[in-house]
């Protein structure tokens, strides 16, 4: 049997292969009670969006 390691590097082997790539993303927890007060916090700064503000980059 193959080991884990080997495994992983044949899948990397395959998909770059493939023209695939991995990509590792780390993300805010939305489970944790910090994370969804600091984006409460973030959200109520925001400006309500007005249709209207859009004519003034208009030439």
């Given at each position: 049997m193959v080991e884990p390691?080997?495994?992983?590097?044949?899948?990397?082997a395959?998909?770059?292969r493939e023209g695939?790539?991995?990509l590792r993303l780390v993300v805010p927890d939305a489970r944790s009670e910090?994370?969804?007060?600091?984006?409460?916090a973030q959200v109520a700064r925001l400006r309500p969006?007005?249709?209207?503000?859009?004519?003034?980059?208009?030439?």
């Amino acid at each position: 049997m193959v080991e884990p390691a080997e495994r992983m590097k044949m899948m990397r082997a395959r998909r770059r292969r493939e023209g695939l790539r991995e990509l590792r993303l780390v993300v805010p927890d939305a489970r944790s009670e910090t994370v969804r007060n600091r984006l409460v916090a973030q959200v109520a700064r925001l400006r309500p969006f007005d249709p209207l503000d859009e004519f003034e980059n208009i030439e």
